[in-house]
């Protein structure tokens, strides 16, 4: 059961090709409990193309550009996706009822294009600019985790906006209780790793995490009425912007 959770979540939640099983409510219960391993990938990822640009003398450039690159590489985009969505509904300015319609929407909008070229632009901007060291790298890696901690323990924990869609259907299928369980203790252990990688960094990195997640349900609940999957991918793209944000903070004032 455990391992049919496991491929579940890797394959919902990335590219990486996974063997089928039953979606069933019996394999789905502890799906989203593996969605973070998903940012284990992620951080390694960067840390492996971090330790290649310096091996064979690439650029920061390069370095950035790749490690921009590699969230969506491993994730597919879905959480991209949800962002693009997400940026379209909000700057509707329109009802709440309406937002939820654009939410499901396949065409992309202006503002969605606008939105993603802003994100690529900062992601960017703040990997380039980054001192990329090893402790560093640590706390950006172990963000991935944290990140999807919070995502996974809000599908389970927070309002939905309606009773359909993707979250719905991980929700209900989910042992709510003891997803939520497993990942507050998760998300405690990331951040206390990331403070005894870097106390100074971690702690930042840490906060800013957790006050994107206080903004993400007063935001979902008073825009939307709860939250929906696309609310979900714009909060984590959201969240590890604010991490990178965090942390150079931290290395430019201190």
């Known amino acids: 059961m455990l391992i049919q959770s496991f491929v579940i979540a890797f394959a919902m939640y990335s590219s990486l090709p996974m063997p089928r099983v039953e979606w069933s409510r019996e394999n789905m219960q502890y799906a989203m409990c593996f969605f973070p391993f998903i940012g284990v990938v992620i951080g390694a990822g960067i840390a492996l193309w971090r330790f290649a640009c310096s091996l064979l003398g690439l650029s920061q450039i390069l370095f950035a550009v790749g490690a921009v690159l590699l969230p969506v590489l491993v994730t597919g985009g879905i959480h991209l996706d949800g962002f693009c969505d997400t940026v379209d509904a909000l700057s509707s300015h329109q009802t709440r009822e309406k937002k939820l319609k654009i939410l499901k929407d396949p065409h992309t909008g202006a503002f969605a294009i606008i939105g993603l070229c802003c994100l690529f632009l900062i992601l ?48 209900s299928m989910s042992a709510k209780k003891r997803v939520r369980l497993w990942l507050a203790v998760f998300a405690v252990l990331c951040t206390t790793g990331m403070i005894v990688v870097s106390p100074l960094e971690g702690g930042i990195c840490a906060g800013a995490s957790l006050l994107c997640f206080g903004w993400y349900y007063w935001m979902a609940k008073r825009q939307f009425g709860g939250i929906t999957g696309d609310l979900a991918g714009y909060f984590l793209q959201i969240c590890e912007c604010s991490q990178l944000l965090a942390v150079l903070f931290v290395q430019k004032l201190f």
């Open 124 to 171: 960017f901007a703040l990997w380039q600019e980054l001192d990329s060291n090893w402790s560093t790298l640590s706390v950006l890696g172990i963000g991935f985790v944290l990140s999807r901690c919070l995502s996974g323990f809000a599908v389970a924990a927070f309002p939905l906006a309606k009773d359909t869609g993707l979250v719905h259907t991980f929700a």
